[in-house]
């Protein structure tokens, strides 16, 4: 569930939306979304100081809290 939506939200903010990939990996018992945009979109992925990546985090998080899961969201170059 939350990986699609993160991935849906990654594609409102960038430029070339076929290049969101998300990729779900389970790690130390929590969930690890690593969300994979183009080059030119990253900026716009983590925005200014980084307040898109920590709200997209957040997002990420209390998504799957209904799940009892930990997610973490990692923002790859």
Known sequence: ???EFVAYLARQ???E???VRV???EEDGA???RLHVAPADLG???GRRGRLARSLRTVA???AARADRRVLLEIVE
């Open 1 to 3: 569930m939350s990986a």
């Open 13 to 15: 903010l960038v430029d």
């Open 17 to 19: 939306p076929d290049a």
């Open 23 to 25: 990729e779900e990996a």
């Open 31 to 33: 969930i690890v979304l």
């Open 44 to 46: 716009k992925v983590i």
């Open 61 to 63: 998080r209390a998504s």
